[in-house]
């Protein structure tokens, strides 16, 4: 060291070393020359984030979780559930999704009044189950309409108690917005804010079993649903919330998750 570069560093404290490892490229002759193996000093990727787990609401009948019940214990645990009919409560949940509530049992194939009004002690009511025709019809879309997400959140936030909604995939990427009372230029700088402030939330159903939550911010009701990789941010209007809107957001993101994901999936593919 020089005379300069000691009176350069005389006042200066002794720095601490940096305790990160340095990414250092070896020529292939070192590794020729000393037998090594390359691949021993390649940087490991990095394991894949494990996915949420799928949050499904329970369905309390008579002590038993109508969503999670296997065939053996509904027929253990209902003298009037025979195997066949319990193979198609578990086939339906399995194909078409969980119970909403007791009225949806009625999707079941061979689930009639009897057995209905045994399981429940309620009435049977016909035609009380929904589907996504059911879901379509009571946001307003015309018969034989193309559904798309924007006009799902632009419709969905027109229904009486919201403001707005806010749709997006697991990832963060918003697939729709729409915002009672702001503009499209507006809403496209809003929307993307919007989604990361509420991914803390997000990330709480996806530790829990909840498939919904709602909560205040800045003094208005919003509620979260998702749906394996959908969730819908509903915006409630002050002094308006109502369980009845909730399960709204429930069926929105249950029965069109299909028309959403299929958009998602386009949208990444065109940006490849």
């Known amino acids: 060291m020089s005379a300069q570069?000691?009176?350069?560093?005389?006042?200066e404290s002794p720095k601490q070393e940096e305790t990160a490892p340095q990414q250092i490229s070896l020529p292939p002759q070192f590794f020729a020359r000393h037998g090594v193996d390359p691949s021993e000093y390649a940087e490991k990727p990095k394991p894949p984030k494990p996915r949420a787990r799928t949050r499904v609401p329970p369905l309390l009948l008579k002590g038993v979780d109508m969503n999670r019940a296997t065939r053996e214990q509904l027929v253990s645990e209902f003298r009037y559930i025979g195997a066949q009919l319990a193979y198609q409560i578990v086939r339906e949940r399995e194909q078409h999704g969980p119970y909403l509530d007791v009225y949806d049992l009625e999707r079941v194939p061979g689930l009639g009044p009897k057995t209905?009004?045994?399981?429940?002690d309620l009435p049977w009511r016909e035609g009380a189950s929904v589907d996504a025709g059911d879901v379509i019809k009571t946001l307003g879309f015309p018969?034989?309409?193309k559904i798309k997400t924007a006009a799902v959140a632009q419709r969905f936030s027109e229904m009486p108690g919201f403001d707005g909604c806010v749709i997006v995939h697991e990832d963060g990427y918003v697939l729709a917005a729409h915002w009672n009372h702001l503009s499209r230029d507006a809403l496209g700088v809003f929307a993307p804010?919007?989604?990361?402030k509420l991914q803390p939330y997000v990330e709480k159903l996806q530790i829990g079993e909840l498939d919904?939550?709602?909560?205040?911010i800045s003094e208005r009701p919003?509620?979260?649903v998702q749906y394996k990789d959908i969730v819908l941010a509903a915006v409630h209007k002050p002094n308006r919330f109502s369980r009845r809107q909730v399960r709204l957001a429930q069926q929105v993101v249950r029965k069109l998750r299909h028309v959403m994901l299929g958009?998602?999936?386009a949208r990444i593919y065109n940006q490849m």
């Open 116 to 120: 209905f009004q045994k399981l429940t």
């Open 212 to 216: 919904s939550l709602t909560m205040c």
């Open 263 to 265: 958009e998602y999936a």
């Open 222 to 224: 919003i509620t979260l």
């Open 193 to 196: 804010q919007f989604s990361k």
């Open 143 to 145: 018969p034989g309409e």
């Open 5 to 11: 570069d000691q009176h350069d560093t005389a006042g």
